[in-house]
């Protein structure tokens, strides 16, 4: 079992920067690809970005390419979202997932955890 935790929301004017946390506890978090996704109103949960388990591989989703970063940090059993040049149709509730294995994925299937989501809010 892996407990997810994301912080680090809020609301952010367009162009500002936030950056989003996930600490997992439970399960060796090393063992595990990590990966974000986002829900806004009325639409379906839909992937952003992922790592694996060494953190030597990434992979983004087009929407957020040359934005956002995704990072981790093994010793501290954190993921990380760096947001950056954040726009309007970036709000949404953003969860951290893990995935059980070794490679990256975007499915959202394959992922056998979930945080509870952290809210983010882009001002025009």
């Known amino acids: 079992q892996v407990q997810l935790v994301e912080s680090g929301g809020g609301l952010v004017q367009a162009g500002g920067s936030l950056r989003l946390s996930c600490a997992a506890s439970?399960?060796?978090?090393?063992?595990?690809?990590m990966g974000w996704f986002r829900q806004a109103p009325g639409k379906e949960r839909e992937f952003v970005a992922a790592?694996?388990?060494?953190?030597?591989?990434?992979y983004y989703a087009d929407s957020v390419k040359g934005r956002f970063t995704i990072s981790r940090d093994n010793a501290k059993s954190t993921v990380y979202l760096q947001m950056n040049n954040l726009k309007p149709e970036d709000t949404a509730v953003y969860y951290c997932?893990?995935?059980?294995?070794?490679?990256?994925?975007?499915?959202?299937?394959?992922?056998?955890?979930w945080g509870q989501g952290t809210q983010v809010f882009v001002s025009s």
């Open positions: 997932a893990a995935a059980a294995r070794l490679t990256i994925t975007t499915r959202r299937d394959e992922y056998n955890y």
């Open positions: 439970g399960r060796t978090f090393s063992s595990y690809a």
């Open positions: 790592i694996s388990r060494t953190g030597d591989s990434t």
